[in-house]
């Protein structure tokens, strides 16, 4: 059966040991049940900024094996321009606690190596010489500039269901796709979908879309792959054509009786 409970606090009553289980024990169960069978991702925040050679990761949450990771403070690492592919990382390190307490800890640092042994990828850039590093963006197209500009187009984002492309990314395809007045139905279920959920869906469904735009099965689950392939729709919509899986290539056999 369905319950709930939580204990009172109030003067002189007595704080009993099933009642601190509860505590400690329902918000991890929940979060488990709702997050269950999804990928290692971002779940909120984690927003990058740059300011006279500091970049800074603000507050967030992220899901990875099994456990959500909190930051309660932003990270502030040293940044200079270096002019070379950088990535922005967290490395995750299981703790060896005292017996009164199990956990890890989530370390965000930057190098040249893409990310390994279960890293999750924050964004990546490549800063040159007396230039400033962007975190804004003028369009969907813009998330992808090469130089002085982060990219945030890997970073797995978890929506309702599992991880997928970047929410704020999403929400400016969503802003983008409308504007062109397309009049096709899966534009408009995509983009409704999208700004409902405030750009948090599954990856799964940015699947459906593309296949659906296309006409082709999707083998390729990557962002970075998704993000293509988005950009690539909306340069059709905006070029009034609704018809991207022959601009792509992809032909129809006809039939003439």
Request: net charge negative; glycine share 10%.
């Amino acid at each position: 059966m369905f319950k709930f409970e939580s204990p009172v606090f109030v003067h002189k009553n007595i704080l009993k040991k099933d009642m601190l289980d509860e505590l400690r024990d329902y918000p991890l169960q929940i979060s488990r049940m709702m997050l269950e069978g999804c990928d290692d991702g971002v779940l909120k925040g984690t927003e990058i900024t740059w300011e006279d050679n500091l970049l800074k990761v603000s507050p967030g949450l992220i899901w990875h094996g099994g456990n959500i990771y909190r930051m309660e403070e932003t990270c502030s690492i040293n940044c200079p321009p270096v002019d070379q592919l950088t990535y922005i990382k967290v490395r995750f390190i299981t703790m060896d606690y005292e017996k009164d307490r199990i956990g890890g800890l989530g370390d965000v640092y930057m190098n040249e190596i893409p990310p390994e042994n279960g890293e999750i990828e924050l964004g990546r850039f490549r800063l040159q010489e007396g230039a400033r590093l962007r975190t804004d963006y003028e369009n969907f197209d813009d998330y992808q500039t090469e130089f002085d500009t982060v990219n945030r187009i890997h970073m797995p984002f978890i929506g309702a269901g599992g991880p997928g492309l970047w929410s704020g990314l999403l929400m400016e395809y969503a802003y983008e796709l409308l504007k062109t007045g397309t009049d096709n139905i899966y534009d408009t279920c995509f983009a409704m979908q999208i700004l409902g959920a405030k750009g948090k869906i599954a990856g799964e469904l940015t699947a459906w879309y593309v296949e659906k735009s296309v006409g082709r099965k999707v083998t390729d689950f990557s962002n970075g792959f998704f993000y293509e392939k988005l950009r690539g729709i909306l340069r059709e919509r905006k070029n009034g054509n609704s018809d991207f899986e022959k601009k792509q290539g992809y032909t129809r056999q006809m039939l003439l009786l």
